[in-house]
């Protein structure tokens, strides 16, 4: 049995009364609260939650300990935890960059202002200069997370189609299917930086960085890859069904290897391969060109992703699910015609 079967185990066999109308109180996660976020996300989630940490007490105090993650909870006065929020180090290379999001809250406490507090503790880390970047992944099954986004100051830049899978939501039964997300982006500490914009997606990602003020040198698309072996990285999350594939450097041999990777992950069932791609100079534009005609489709622009700029692509191997997005911003609802457009594009070509 793996520490992630114990753990659910373990917190299945937990009969105890989640709380309903105790008082609570909000403070910076310590390690006395380990146990009462992983049952918070197993009330969530059920079995579901992609990522082994949320069910692993021991884990997320050291996470937390050593500045990747950064909780901020709700607690009672007997210590379980009805509200959690973070900002924590993911899926980008640049160790600067925070994701904001793994908030939830218990049902009997979502009236309450125990999210709206622990927001704002957060937020203080980002004020205080704690935390230079971030960037959220909000659920579009609903556009509570997408509000509460968009209350933080960052910017919707990329969506991730059918990212997170249905099983994570049957415990609420808050989707029919897979769930998308939209990726939102805040550099609150800029510096310049080169980019190369890749004139397939000229149009889309001048669109996308509306409104970031940012900084940049701009880099004409007129690169090739080189003959070199790419360097890319991949992880997989094989409850999630998705693989994330980092590009470092990429190369003649990059699209190769991708279908190769792909013909793998089909095979094993899963739902989604994403690509992301450094814009710090041409060869990324000229690596995004050959995906775009290797059946791959615009996910959107991640600032400051790499330390550079980055670009997100991406490939189905299931329906994308649009016409189920719930999205809250004209500018989110305009950036998710942008992909879907793109996609279509890539079922014709």
């Known amino acids: ?37 992983t049952r918070l996300f197993y009330a969530v989630y059920g079995d579901g939650y992609p990522v082994d940490t949320f069910y692993l007490p021991e884990q997320l105090t050291e996470e937390n300990r050593a500045g990747r993650i950064r909780s901020v909870v709700a607690r009672t006065e007997d210590g379980q935890v009805v509200s959690h929020i973070a900002l924590y180090r993911s899926s980008a290379p640049n160790p600067d960059l925070y994701e904001y999001g793994l908030g939830l ?9 125990a999210f709206a507090r622990c927001n704002s503790l957060l937020l203080s880390l980002v004020e205080d ?56 982006f805040k550099v609150c500490r800029d510096r310049i930086r080169p980019l190369c914009i890749p004139s397939c997606y000229h149009q889309e990602l001048t669109f996308a960085m509306e409104g970031l003020k940012l900084g940049r040198e701009l880099i004409p698309d007129n690169g090739q890859l080189s003959d070199e072996g790419s360097q890319f990285d991949t992880v997989r999350f094989d409850h999630a069904g998705v693989a994330r594939c980092t590009i470092t450097a990429p190369g003649r041999d990059l699209v190769p290897r991708l279908l190769s990777l792909e013909t793998e992950l089909r095979q094993a069932g899963y739902a989604v391969l994403q690509c992301f791609i450094p814009l710090g100079d041409s060869r990324g534009a000229a690596a995004a060109t050959l995906l775009q005609q290797a059946g791959f489709f615009l996910g959107g622009f991640l600032p400051a992703w790499f330390g550079e700029d980055g670009l997100l692509m991406q490939k189905l191997f299931i329906d994308p699910g649009f016409e189920s997005l719930k999205l809250h911003s004209d500018r989110a609802r305009t950036l998710a015609a942008l992909v879907r457009n793109d996609w279509q594009r890539s079922l014709e070509g």
Do not use: W
């Open 129 to 184: 200069g704690v935390v230079d970047s971030f960037f959220g992944e909000a659920v579009c099954n609903h556009i509570i997370t997408q509000k509460l986004t968009r209350q933080s100051g960052a910017i919707e830049t990329a969506l991730e189609a059918a990212l997170m899978p249905a099983r994570a939501y049957e415990a609420e039964q808050s989707a029919d299917g897979r769930v998308g997300c939209i990726m939102s």
């Open 1 to 37: 049995m793996t520490l992630r079967q114990e753990a659910i185990r373990r917190l299945a066999a937990d009969s105890r009364p989640l709380p309903e109308t105790e008082p609570f109180s909000t403070r910076l996660y310590q390690p006395k609260d380990g146990y009462g976020v």
């Open 105 to 113: 809250t218990l049902p009997a406490y979502r009236a309450s202002l």
